[in-house]
């Protein structure tokens, strides 16, 4: 079964407005998750290292004020795209790596601002 | 640092022949291999992963791929391509313990018939 649950699969929203897209762990808790970006036809970029009771560590060139990050819980983090443009539209995919075993990737989000 | 080379953007093959798809890798450390599928407008499937036991790795649906350190190469086979396997093909390079990953750049496989 899945071991990482993404939230919502599909968002399209006018430019100006904030999105939210939710991770979760469901089978383990998870003091790490990751955030990748996926540009049409392009590979998957890390954007952050989201950490469970503090700050996220962002990439170079990720926006930390774009591109909101909070693990408040063990099972849960969110990125919250903050006033949306049409060059954020993109494929956002979260990731978890649990003890010993490879990454698990949720199915992805895939945002299109208008 | 870690880093990794898919050697070709695309591969196009017949149905019913075998497919390679390549791959080579950099890392300061003993690394862990894996490759991903991704169908058009889909989330990611391991195919199969590397973590430092047996060097020839099955996966999924007849994919298999060898680790060979010597070459810092893990290339991705299988015997017989089916029409299904269409898709874009990710290797991906991840330290053991550090949990993050980097991706390759992607192959996208053309299976015709």
């Known amino acids: 079964g899945a071991v990482v649950s993404q939230h919502p699969s599909w968002v399209i929203c006018k430019s100006g407005t904030s999105v939210k897209i939710e991770c979760r762990s469901l089978d383990f808790q998870a003091t790490t998750m990751f955030w990748y970006r996926q540009f049409p036809k392009q590979s998957l970029m890390l954007m952050a290292t989201s950490n469970e009771g503090s700050k996220a560590t962002y990439e170079q060139g990720v926006e930390k004020d774009k591109f909101l990050i909070n693990h408040a819980s063990l099972t849960l983090s969110t990125l919250t795209v903050t006033s949306a443009h049409p060059e954020d539209s993109s494929f956002y995919i979260c990731s978890v790596t649990p003890q010993g075993q490879p990454q698990h990737f949720g199915d992805g989000t895939r945002l299109s601002i208008l | 640092a870690q880093s990794v080379t898919q050697l070709d953007s695309h591969v196009s093959v017949s149905e019913g022949t075998p497919v390679l798809l390549r791959c080579n890798y950099s890392?300061?450390?003993?690394?862990?291999l894996f490759w991903y599928v991704q169908h058009p407008n889909k989330g990611l499937q391991l195919l199969l992963k590397y973590t430092s036991a047996a060097t020839l790795v099955k996966g999924i649906n007849g994919f298999e791929a060898e680790f060979k350190k010597s070459e810092t190469s893990f290339h991705l086979t299988k015997p017989s391509a089916h029409m299904s396997d269409a898709a874009e093909y990710f290797c991906v390079v991840s330290e053991v313990g550090a949990g993050k990953s980097t991706f390759g750049d992607g192959t996208t496989l053309t299976v015709k018939p």
């Open positions: 890392s300061s450390y003993s690394p862990s």
